[in-house]
């Protein structure tokens, strides 16, 4: 589950990029953050992934209170989230296989599981005959496959997305979002961000929707906080 109390972020003097954000995100659940460019959804998910730390307010994800994670923590708590980019952020100089090994190799796993584990992510996204493939002989669509795989195959409780459909066509989009609500079907807690406003409102699931550091009370009403 997420949960923010007035959370605010600030960096350095600038101005805050989120204002007293309060929210709940039961588990289960599969939830959009729309809003224009600068609204702060980067901001908000990095703050739910723990890559940043509120300035002010109380943020407790998956048990951890992030506002007081102590480094011992980070770890395990690394493991119930995974993380989606619009980048992808594959690493180009190995084959696909290797990119979604590489956080169960840092976690720790045996290779025999990480093999059973890899071949099942893969097979989820439905890229099992590309595993030796580069990333860069893939499409747009099947390299974000790959991150999204690599996302899941530690089986977090929590993916979080940012703009995972930035680079790709409507019709693509749609197969993206539609990848992360079969994993939310089978109990993986989502919360996807996209400016992408008519995409998000085609999916049966909740909006919260920011504007300049804040979420709309709308949006507010709709998510039950
Ligand atoms: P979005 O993802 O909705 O485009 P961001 O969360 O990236 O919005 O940005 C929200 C605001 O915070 C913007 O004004 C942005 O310039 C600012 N911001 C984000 N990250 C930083 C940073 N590391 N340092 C300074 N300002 C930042
Ligand atoms: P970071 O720089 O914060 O480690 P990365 O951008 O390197 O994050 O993460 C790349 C991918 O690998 C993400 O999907 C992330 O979830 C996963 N990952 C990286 N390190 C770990 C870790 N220690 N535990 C779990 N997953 C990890």
Redesign the pocket.
Known sequence: MIFLQRVTKR??S??E??SQVSLKIDPGVMAFIT??????????L?LIAGLERPTRGRLRVNGFDLDQLSARDIPQFRRSIGLVFQDHRLLYDRPVYDNIALPLEIMGYRRPEIRRRVRAALDKVGLLQREGARPQTLSAGEQQRVGIARAIVHRPSLLLA??PTGNLDPALSREILALFADFNRIGMTALV?S?DQELVERMPHPVLH?ED?RIEARARQEAGA
């Not at 809003?35 to 908000?44: E, F, I, R, V």
């Open positions: 960096f350095g600038h101005s990029a989120l809003g224009p460019s600068g609204a702060g959804k980067s901001t908000l990095r940012d703009e961000a400016h920011l550091g």
